[in-house]
């Protein structure tokens, strides 16, 4: 299966500043990259995926960028906010694949 | 639209007693899955389905079995509690094969065992 891991584990940033996130996926036949976002007792939320035909994808301040020969992509959040703060995950998924596997979490705490 | 919906929201049990968590989801989706999110950890997948009819396990299936008779319904059932078992566990649904469609998940249900 997937062996997926997100980098860091905890991130912490000043409100206004920049916070990437990075995930490594190991199956080169993923072909769908998605970000979710899990607020301190809520359930997980999709907040931007794209797919491998495409190598950047941005939304507002949000952005996500992917390098498939390297195998990973990023999370980009720009001119952070204190309601940005949740743990992080990524998904990697590949077109026939039935499982649902998430990366290992990355919480984020941006700090007024 | 009430998307995936799960019951109850918060339970505990007595270690050896045993326990249903519902999910019930309106959007028709074909692929459902389970899973557990311990204490600042990820998710783990349990159990998950493509369709009704068909189960299959995931990472961590012992202690749980489900069931899939309908499309809207997968519940999870727990035997024979344990306090490894105390955790949130999380329902999803997809639309179609998880590679290019959104999961969407229901509130989550913390339990306890004691």
């Given at each position: 299966g997937e062996n997926v891991e997100q980098h860091p584990s905890t991130l912490s940033v000043q409100e206004?500043?920049?916070?990437?996130?990075?995930?490594?996926?190991?199956?080169?036949?993923?072909n769908y990259f998605p970000w979710y976002k899990q607020e301190l007792g809520k359930r997980p939320q999709l907040i931007i995926d794209i797919r491998s035909n495409v190598?950047?994808?941005?939304?507002?301040?949000?952005?996500?960028?992917?390098?498939?020969?390297?195998?990973?992509?990023?999370l980009h959040i720009t001119e952070t906010q204190p309601e940005d703060s949740a743990v992080y995950f990524c998904a990697p998924r590949t077109n026939t694949g039935n499982q649902f596997y998430f990366g290992t979490g990355t919480s984020l705490t941006v700090i007024p | 639209n009430a998307g995936v919906t799960q019951t109850p929201k918060f339970r505990i049990l007595k270690i050896g007693q045993s326990?249903?968590?519902?999910?019930?989801?309106?959007?028709?989706?074909?692929?459902?899955?389970?899973?557990?999110?311990?204490?600042?950890?990820g998710l783990k997948l349990i159990y998950y389905s493509v369709g009704a009819?068909?189960?299959?396990?995931?990472?961590?299936?012992?202690?749980?079995?489900?069931?899939?008779s309908t499309t809207e319904d997968f519940p999870l059932r727990l035997e024979l509690a344990a306090p490894?078992?105390?955790?949130?566990?999380?329902?999803?649904?997809?639309?179609?094969?998880?590679?290019?469609?959104?999961?969407?998940?229901?509130?989550?249900?913390?339990?306890?065992?004691?």
């Open positions: 206004g500043d920049s916070a990437v996130i990075k995930c490594t996926y190991s199956d080169s036949a993923s190598g950047e994808k941005k939304d507002q301040r949000i952005a996500v960028t992917l390098n498939k020969t390297a195998k990973h992509f990023s | 326990m249903t968590l519902q999910c019930t989801q309106d959007m028709n989706h074909n692929y459902m899955y389970w899973y557990r999110q311990d204490p600042g950890m009819g068909i189960t299959d396990k995931g990472e961590v299936p012992n202690g749980y079995n489900v069931s899939r490894s078992q105390t955790s949130v566990y999380f329902c999803a649904s997809s639309y179609r094969a998880p590679g290019d469609t959104e999961a969407f998940f229901g509130q989550g249900t913390r339990l306890t065992v004691v």
